[in-house]
């Protein structure tokens, strides 16, 4: 059946994609048992931590209300770490660490093992041989930027806030222990450096009272990116780095002493290894037995699974089709993992090493979407400015029951995503599928800062941010719309975070492009951004903008929030009120700047909601509102019965257009 796209009765509502959206991650091995967090919208969007028995039952090991999330970098992740059948998890409630019985609980509740106070903590690793955690700390106690380091918190005596055993650098990550508990690997990095731009690797020597000796720097600079530092079976030291110009992984059996060998033999020469290290905990790679390193990596934005030999180089590729997400770890016989395809949703899935077989554990939704209406996302590259070639995946509107109209071309939702400096990827992702279905064209770009296509490829946004992201969004259209794939008078542009700042900036500074805009906690001052952001990235716009305040007036010539009077397209924008990363005046100043101009915009304001929504209600909310401000804009009524939601300045618009 035909009708106008936009408006496709669709198999799936938004109710289903907030309900779908269980937030995978943090998978640990632990024996025969396997962990994972649970990020739960239908709970409030709190973490829940999931044990898998060696029996294959699958349960809670916390109480129902304790959220293990940290807030280390606002970002956090690295809340959990297991061994020996206990867990270890930071609760999102006051920061603490809490010990619980893999049972379920000790004495009737988790066990706070570290004070309440300004601390917060994660990326922790058990030290058994001397009863302890080795862990990230965040001091939150001067009133000014906390302060960062690594610290010993003892686990046979009083809580304890933790001994110092490393600080001076602005940040810490990855504490990784040797297999004998003799030496400890961490990285360490200074401002303005983000992860991704340079950081230092160090290794110590672990004393019998505990204190580091000997610590010396053993790779990594202020233009080199060392990522997941950890150790082999036999005592060599693994990790990634991009010092020649994509993450690869290297090893050394004497860290700082011999020089670091690649563990892969023949890499692809445009594959990389390594992510960047938004959030602590994540994985490339695992040790699997003596001669097996469990690893994943990225070609042309698709992820891939596979197993290297340190002994030969090797690389032999597993479980075909999988697209691994940031989550790894790997027992002798099997991997575990969070991955997804391009037609399933993500899933914690164990992966047989011998045979490839895979078994799904978890699936981040059950909902099935039959194989009809589901939009297979095609790679494509095109040219943008100065000849630059940028990338995205494009899907095409896909509903088994229902067609556009003779010779229409559907509307293109253009999506661009955080960071900047992330990536988007080719797992089936419903709220994708929630556009598709109902006749809209999404192109998700790969614009340049985006990892995943080296060094150099991050390295075209630093210093102009607001330019070749702006610049490739606009080429992706371009291109779609010269292929046919796209109607021109029907494209938004839709963002969160700095995607968010992307899509405000492609309104302003290339108008005539996009006919809306959707702003998620978007960027809309990048004054007020570098003035009020958390210590984590409160330089990273010294790299992708310059430094500050020298550069004042280049900060305001990128700043949508100036530009509003060049603005012509509605816009709706959405903000949780208790966003500490990308405050809420961001917002409420865009949103007022466009509404005194006369053009439609929206704002939506969630109470409870940090940096990225978490709750059912408010993701059912969004979606729907976003779906309705579309269909005010570019004249359909959806299929959906759902609130409509209020948009200022609409009539006069309306009015203005038809003249």
């Not at 930027?145 to 940040?171: H, I, K, M, Q, T």
């Not at 101009?597 to 704002?603: E, F, S, T």
Request: aromatic letters at 10%; a negative charge; one cysteine or more.
């Amino acid at each position: 059946m035909q009708k106008p796209c936009g408006s496709w009765p669709s198999p799936l509502p938004a109710a289903a994609v907030a309900a779908a959206g269980l937030r995978l991650g943090a998978v640990a091995a632990d024996g025969d048992d396997l962990y994972w967090l649970e990020g739960r919208p239908a709970e409030g969007g709190r973490y829940a931590v999931v044990r898998r028995d060696a029996a294959g039952v699958v349960a809670d090991v916390a109480p129902a209300d304790f959220n293990a999330r940290t807030r280390v970098h606002e970002y956090g992740g690295g809340s959990v770490v297991v061994a020996g059948g206990r867990v270890y998890a930071s609760s999102f409630a006051d920061q603490r660490i809490y010990r619980v019985d893999a049972a379920g609980r000790v004495d009737g509740a988790p066990v706070a093992i570290t004070p309440a106070g300004p601390w917060r903590y994660a990326d922790a690793v058990v030290d058994t041989a001397r009863d302890r955690l080795i862990a990230v700390r965040e001091d939150h106690a001067g009133g000014g930027e906390p302060v960062n380091a690594l610290v010993a918190v003892p686990l046979g005596r009083a809580a304890s806030a933790g001994d110092v055993l490393a600080s001076g650098y602005d940040f810490y990550a990855t504490p990784r222990l040797d297999p004998d508990g003799t030496r400890l690997a961490w990285l360490a990095w200074r401002h303005p450096q983000m992860p991704w731009d340079g950081t230092e690797l160090w290794v110590a020597d672990v004393e019998a009272s505990g204190v580091l000796a000997g610590a010396r720097r053993v790779a990594g600079a202020a233009d080199e990116s060392i990522y997941q530092p950890g150790w082999l079976p036999d005592g060599s030291l693994c990790f990634a780095s991009d010092r020649e110009g994509w993450w690869r992984l290297y090893r050394t059996l004497d860290p700082g002493r011999d020089q670091a060998v690649p563990l892969v033999a023949e890499p692809p020469p445009d594959a990389e290894f390594g992510r960047p290290q938004w959030i602590f905990g994540t994985a490339s790679w695992a040790p699997a037995g003596p001669d097996r390193v469990v690893v994943s990596w990225t070609r042309a934005g698709h992820w891939r699974l596979a197993v290297v030999r340190p002994s030969t180089g090797a690389l032999e590729d597993l479980a075909s089709g999988l697209e691994p997400r940031e989550w790894l770890a790997a027992t002798p016989t099997h991997a575990a993992l969070v991955a997804g395809s391009t037609r399933e949703p993500e899933a914690v899935v164990r992966v047989a090493l011998d045979t490839g077989q895979v078994d799904v554990l978890r699936r981040a939704s059950e909902l099935a979407l039959e194989a009809g209406s589901i939009s297979v996302p095609e790679a494509v590259s095109f040219l943008s400015a100065g000849g630059a070639l940028a990338h995205a995946f494009y899907y095409p509107p896909c509903n088994a029951g229902w067609a556009g109209l003779d010779g229409e071309r559907p509307p293109l939702v253009v999506m661009s995503h955080g960071g900047p400096t992330d990536c988007a990827g080719a797992s089936l992702n419903l709220k994708i599928q929630f556009w598709t279905t109902r006749g809209f064209a999404v192109v998700d770009v790969n614009y340049g800062g985006s990892s995943g296509f080296g060094r150099a490829y991050r390295e075209r946004l630093n210093g102009a941010w607001g330019i070749v992201d702006v610049a490739d969004v606009v080429a992706a259209v371009r291109h779609l719309v010269a292929e046919g794939k796209a109607d021109p008078r029907r494209v938004a542009i839709r963002g969160g975070s700095a995607g968010g700042y992307t899509t405000l900036a492609a309104l302003a500074f290339a108008p005539g492009v996009f006919a809306a805009g959707a702003s998620y906690y978007g960027v809309s001052d990048l004054e007020a951004l570098a003035r009020e952001t958390h210590k984590f990235e409160s330089r990273y716009l010294d790299t992708l903008v310059g430094p500050y305040p020298a550069g004042r007036e280049r900060y305001r010539e990128r700043s949508p929030i100036h530009a509003a009077e060049q603005i012509a397209s509605p816009l709706i924008l959405f903000q949780g009120l208790e966003d500490e990363v990308v405050p809420p005046n961001q917002s409420e100043g865009m949103a007022a700047a466009v509404r005194a101009r006369g053009i439609p915009v929206a704002y939506l304001a969630f109470e409870g909601e940090q940096h990225g929504f978490r709750r059912a209600e408010n993701i059912v909310r969004s979606l729907e509102a976003e779906l309705s401000f579309y269909g005010a804009v570019f004249g359909f009524e959806p299929a959906d019965a759902i609130e409509p939601v209020a948009i200022d300045n609409l009539s006069a618009w309306r009015a203005g257009t038809r003249d």
